[in-house]
C-alpha cells in the first residue's frame, strides 16, 4: 500500500495553505480549546450535524498511513463520511485532550481507544486545526502517535472474513 502524506509531519506550515492567506484575527485560544472540546463530545455522541456546522465548505482533513481512512479528504461532506466511517472504530475519551497554539492554529493532542475485530489499542491523536476568522474549521491535519499501528488495527477489519 502507499503511505499518503510522507513528507508532511504534524507542526509543518505549508505555504500554499489557505490560511497563510487569511486574516491573523482568527478567535481566541479559549474559544478554539472550546469549540474543540465540543465537537469530541460531538464525535463521541454520533452527533454530525453539530460538526458539519463548525466545518467550512471547502475544509480539507488530512490523515497520513495507509489505511482507507488515510489520504487528503476535501470539502464538509467528504470530512463527514471521513467522520462517520472513523467513529466505528474509535471510542474517544473527551476529557483526556491537552492543546496548545500556534497563531490562529490549535494543536490537540486526544486519547482514544482504536478497535478492530482481533485488537484494542489506546493511543493518542495529535490534531493541528486551522481556523479562519470567523472560527470555522478550514483545514485539519490528524496523526496517530502510532500511524503503523493504527492502519494495522483499520486494515485487519476489513481483511479479516467470515
Known sequence: M????????????????????????????????????????????????????????????????????????????????????????????????SYSHEGDELIASNDFLLHGPRHTVEMTMRVRVAFDEEGKIGEVFAEPDDVGLFDHVIVSTFSTTA
Open 2 to 97: 502507499t503511505t499518503v502524506c510522507p513528507g508532511f509531519k504534524l507542526g509543518d506550515r505549508r505555504t500554499d495553505s489557505w490560511m497563510m492567506s487569511r486574516s491573523r484575527k482568527g478567535t481566541t485560544e479559549l474559544g478554539r480549546e472550546t469549540l474543540f472540546a465540543s465537537l469530541v463530545l460531538a464525535f463521541v455522541e454520533r452527533d454530525f450535524e453539530t460538526i458539519g456546522k463548525a466545518l467550512r465548505e471547502d475544509v480539507v482533513l488530512v490523515l497520513p498511513g495507509s489505511s482507507p481512512f488515510a489520504g487528503v479528504h476535501r470539502g464538509a461532506e467528504a470530512v463527514g463520511r471521513f467522520l462517520l466511517g472513523l467513529r466505528q472504530f474509535v471510542i474517544s475519551d473527551e476529557k483526556a485532550l
